[in-house]
């Protein structure tokens, strides 16, 4: 996959973060954790104060938890037990979430206090009051090994200007991005003809501390969402024609909302149109797009932050892996078509439930109703979606095929495919996982045919070439394939690639591409 872009022991700083939100934030942590050099800036002088993103899913927790700020969520946030859907104040059909599936609620400037003290615990800070004006000396060839580092120029506070260059450079500075018109590169997508207007608030009355209800009628859709401290938010689209105010929100709520129900002390509000963009390219030479500057899309379901999490989770750990000369560069280009598959789904899912809920004819309303109905009468909205909201069906396509066994994969239902990622339980189990798993690294695991002891000999001797790669035993785990052969673990928990005892000409193939041999 190319050659090595071992960092330079030269410089102070390996990787240039623009944007100090949840994303820039977790980038700056796990890179930190893994040893590299990190310089993080925000051109806003104090830190978020409004609650914006409030859910945090399952997937995303774990990675959290590994971080070790797992219990500090717990602690701060709010579970959500059920959705609720109604039609004219009619229920129409629920979605019970399983405790491994909820989501949990944490306003954004909470998950970022949590996130920033602990890149103060691992010695790294936030520099606000820093804007970027430019990038200069970025390479367009694709080719990092042959390239020099990118040149930031960034104003501070003050008015001092600064020439900083950066062996590479992550760009995750919101919708607005200034390092994506840097790298002049396209936000593709569309704009939801309605407004959105937003209100958090406490309340007189009775609500559900544990569900979110979608209040749906003809005129609209009033979705009500439970905060820590009996705060709730109601999300609407906004009646044309009109401005929205508390008086117009609680006319709202008494018409089509929950009965009984009084605005009492407003905390936040906000008016704002709903955009569904994706960046041409989520990288340029050594710059990449993560978070809302790669990507933005609707609020339905709660999956906009979440995505932006996954960006750095994924980005981190193959920069820490090509600067630190344990992978090739050619590993970073996986990073955009990942991302970008990943977000094309959340874009397409957030799309359907959007029209879903804007829904305003009495025919597309009565279809969305039924569509409802079956969906919770059979179950499969609990079998199917909310695996997908919680992050458990998050999958990267196979692009290889020595990432697959020869005669096909497993067929059993809930067996974990290359590309999925290794099921928490099992990863747990083998201590590849939580807040004790120390840095990850990469993993060979390994199922022996029975009475031969000399395939699990063989596998070892295939992988010794790669001292930086762990192997470890199987016994019976659930959630993969259970015949004998081997399960290539990524650092982020994906499985890299499957085989059968026949195909470790496969596996010695899948560790040239990702690992440099000899590295530690």
Not at 452 to 459: I, L, V, Y
Request: a positive charge; charged letters at 25%.
């Amino acid at each position: 996959m190319g050659d090595r872009v071992p960092g330079d022991p030269g410089r102070d700083v390996d990787v240039l973060i623009v944007g100090a939100g949840p994303t820039g934030l977790l980038a700056a942590c796990e890179l930190l954790r893994q040893g590299v050099r990190v310089r993080i800036v925000d051109q806003n002088e104090r830190p978020a104060t409004v609650p914006k993103a409030l859910s945090l899913w399952p997937r995303v927790r774990d990675i959290l938890t590994d971080l070790g700020v797992g219990e500090e969520v717990e602690r701060a946030s709010l579970p959500i037990r059920a959705f609720r859907y109604l039609s004219d104040r009619r229920p129409v059909a629920s979605l019970t979430f399983t405790d491994d599936l909820a989501a949990r609620q944490l306003p954004q400037y909470e998950t970022e206090r949590i996130l920033t003290e602990r890149l103060h615990s691992l010695g790294g800070k936030v520099e606000r009051g820093v804007r970027l004006l430019c990038l200069d000396d970025v390479d367009f060839s694709d080719r990092i090994e042959s390239t020099s580092p990118v040149t930031a120029v960034l104003e501070h506070g003050d008015g001092l200007v600064e020439h900083f260059a950066a062996p590479f450079v992550i760009g995750a500075d919101g919708a607005g991005s200034a390092v994506r018109r840097q790298l002049g590169i396209g936000f593709e997508g569309s704009t939801y003809e309605l407004a959105f207007a937003l209100l958090d608030t406490h309340i007189e009355g009775h609500l559900p501390a544990d569900e979110i209800s979608y209040y749906q009628s003809t005129s609209g859709t009033l979705v009500v969402v439970p905060q820590r401290e009996g705060v709730f938010r109601f999300l609407t689209v906004m009646p044309q024609s009109t401005t929205m105010s508390r008086g117009a929100m609680q006319r709202l709520i008494d018409t089509r909302g929950p009965r009984g129900v009084r605005i009492t002390e407003p905390v936040w509000e906000t008016v704002f149109r709903v955009h569904a963009r994706r960046a041409t390219e989520f990288r340029r030479g050594r710059v990449f797009l993560a978070g809302d500057s790669a990507h933005v899309h609707s609020p339905a379901g709660g999956q906009g932050m979440n995505n932006g999490l996954q960006d750095a989770h994924n980005l981190a750990w193959k920069l820490a892996a090509v600067i630190q000369g344990r992978s090739p560069v050619g590993l970073l280009s996986t990073y955009s078509p990942e991302r970008v598959e990943a977000t094309s789904r959340i874009v397409r899912d957030t799309d359907i439930h959007t029209r879903a809920l804007t829904a305003r004819t009495p025919r597309r309303v009565a279809l969305r109703d039924r569509t409802f109905q079956f969906l919770d009468r059979t179950g499969a909205a609990a079998r199917l979606y909310a695996p997908v909201m919680a992050g458990r069906r998050l999958a990267y396509s196979p692009q290889r095929a020595t990432q697959r066994p020869t005669g096909g994969p497993c067929l059993l239902p809930g067996t974990a495919r290359p590309g999925a990622v290794l099921p928490r339980p099992a990863a747990l189990d083998l201590g590849l996982a939580g807040p004790d798993a120390g840095v990850p690294g990469w993993t060979l695991l390994l199922r022996a045919p029975t009475g031969d002891s000399r395939w699990a000999a063989e596998a070892r001797r295939a992988a010794v070439r790669w001292p930086q790669l762990r192997v470890r035993h199987l016994g019976r785990t659930r959630g993969l394939c259970a015949r004998p052969g081997y399960h290539l673990i990524r650092p982020d928990a994906h499985i890299a690639a499957h085989g059968h005892p026949g195909d470790l000409s496969r596996l010695t193939a899948e560790l040239d591409a990702f690992l440099v041999p000899d590295a530690l």
